[in-house]
């Protein structure tokens, strides 16, 4: 198994400004990735966070305004630059581990 | 690319009766197919996986699951809803060798007294 710790857990932002999201894992693990659920909305995949290289982004997301490190195999973090009110979401962070993927119990980010 | 159906985004039940959760998947390959729980500001929790074993899979708190390739289906039954069941429920599908997941819509599920 793997526990994942998120901080923050929730935050309340300005329009314009940052948030970093942090991702512990208490183990190492190769695959670490991005998650966002959108108000009532189901998950969708920002970016596989790969250890010493640049993250994969998906469709519709880029690095400029998700960037994302990974410093080493317990460890990321996410960015959600220039904030807007659409970027008010719950920002998960997961992990493969022995075939199973678990997640964290996501950052709540407000944009006022 | 795979992907997931799950109709009625919302499900009442009564306590004690039984609970049926619809998951219809797409995939180009031989699929690996999950359940999660999401409870109230909490993150997700695996209830069953299925990954080319036996075609029925028992989960946690009583949950199962069917995988029918021939409706490429997956529901999620448990005999007997409990009021701690009351929770938001995502069907997941991957592909052999696939890292990606597409997630179902959820169902949000309501447990009446």
């Known amino acids: 198994s793997a526990v994942i710790s998120q901080k923050p857990s929730r935050d309340i932002c300005q329009r314009g400004t940052s948030l970093t999201i942090q991702c512990q894992v208490d183990?190492?693990?190769?695959?670490m990735f991005w998650y966002r659920q959108q108000p009532g909305q189901s998950l969708t995949l920002i970016a596989t966070?790969?250890?010493?290289?640049?993250?994969?982004?998906e469709s519709g997301f880029v690095i400029d305004k998700f960037p994302i490190s990974r410093p080493n195999l317990t460890f990321s973090t996410l960015t959600v630059s220039n904030l807007s009110p659409e970027d008010s979401s719950i920002y998960l962070c997961?992990?493969?581990?022995?075939?199973?993927?678990?997640f964290g119990e996501g950052s709540r980010l407000t944009v006022l | 690319a795979q992907s997931v159906t799950q109709l009625d985004s919302h499900v009442s039940v009564s306590e004690g009766t039984p609970v049926l959760l619809r998951c219809n998947y797409s995939?180009?390959?031989?699929?690996?197919l999950f359940w999660y729980v999401q409870h109230p500001n909490k993150g997700l929790q695996l209830l069953l996986k299925?990954?080319?074993?036996?075609?029925l899979v028992k989960g946690i708190n009583g949950f199962e699951a069917e995988f029918k390739k021939s409706e490429t289906s997956f529901h999620l039954t448990k005999p007997s809803a409990h009021m701690s069941d009351a929770a938001e429920y995502f069907c997941?599908?991957?592909?052999?060798?696939?890292?990606?997941?597409?997630f179902g819509k959820g169902n949000q599920v309501v447990v009446i007294p």
């Open positions: 997941v599908v991957t592909c052999y060798g696939n890292n990606r997941l597409a």
């Open positions: 183990s190492q693990v190769t695959m």
């Open positions: 966070a790969n250890q010493g290289s640049e993250a994969t982004y």
């Open positions: 995939s180009s390959y031989s699929p690996s």
């Open positions: 997961s992990v493969k581990n022995t075939g199973e993927l678990f």
């Open positions: 299925y990954t080319s074993a036996a075609t």
